[in-house]
């Protein structure tokens, strides 16, 4: 079946540009995350949707970030006044949600760069 | 900041057992131990998971000592495709997931 997507696979922008970066999960899955993952750290946690609502959005570094989940499927990352420090992959993942499932499966990322 | 501590770096020769540990002394009592690899410029892939008992799939095995405060990954076959970077994770249940820096095994012919 289909795994997680992500699109755009790359972004180059201007910083103070504002960027948009989709997820599509896994069909089903009811659990949603994002992640940023810098050159040669582990993905660090941003944000995690149960459903529509953030769960738990601790790891979203200021108020330039932005997510969202109307409708319990695809999400949207949202980036305003975009700065170099920003530049990393972005990766989603999605999880059954349900006891006994809750291994992530994760999409390629997408390779953010703001010049 | 992780939870989990994991030495950088790991050497295994093709074709032998690659056996990765993980110290989690802070783990609580209802805490998962998650293991994901990461294989370069893809996203992190899911291997296994443990509560209390020795957990095995057709990717690894997870040994888990009794007082749950290490663990050890197990690929019994390493081949050079599981050249990769393993992280070890505690997740209360699974939602919020820090992972910490991991270990870069390098599989050798």
């Known amino acids: 079946g289909a795994g997680v997507s992500q699109t755009p696979s790359n972004k180059v922008t201007e910083k103070g540009k504002y960027v948009e970066l989709r997820c599509d999960p896994i069909?089903?899955?009811?659990?949603l995350y994002w992640y940023r993952q810098s050159l040669g750290q582990g993905p660090e946690f941003l944000i995690y949707?149960?459903?529509?609502?953030?769960?738990?959005d601790s790891g979203l570094p200021n108020d330039r970030f932005f997510a969202v989940r109307p409708e319990g499927s695809v999400s949207t990352l949202k980036i305003q006044r975009t700065e170099r420090g920003d530049s990393a992959v972005y990766l989603c993942?999605?999880?059954?949600?349900?006891?006994?499932?809750?291994?992530?499966?994760f999409g390629p990322g997408t390779r953010l760069t703001v010049l | 900041d992780a939870k989990t501590t994991q030495p950088p770096s790991m050497d295994c020769a093709e074709g032998r057992a690659a056996n990765l540990p993980c110290n989690h002394s802070?783990?609580?009592?209802?805490?998962?131990v998650y293991w994901y690899r990461q294989i370069h410029s893809q996203g992190p892939q899911y291997i296994i998971h443990?509560?209390?008992n020795n957990e095995t799939n057709e990717m690894a095995s997870l040994i888990i000592t009794e007082d749950r405060k290490s663990s050890t990954l197990i690929l019994p076959h390493a081949t050079l495709r599981d050249t990769a970077v393993y992280y070890c994770?505690?997740?209360?249940?699974?939602?919020?997931?820090?992972f910490g820096a991991g270990t870069r095994l390098f599989v050798k012919a």
């Open positions: 802070t783990i609580s009592g209802n805490e998962y």
């Open positions: 069909s089903g899955h009811t659990a």
């Open positions: 993942a999605s999880s059954s949600g349900l006891a006994g499932g809750l291994e992530q499966f």
């Open positions: 443990g509560l209390k």
């Open positions: 949707f149960q459903g529509t609502g953030a769960a738990d």
């Open positions: 994770i505690e997740t209360l249940g699974g939602f919020k997931t820090i």
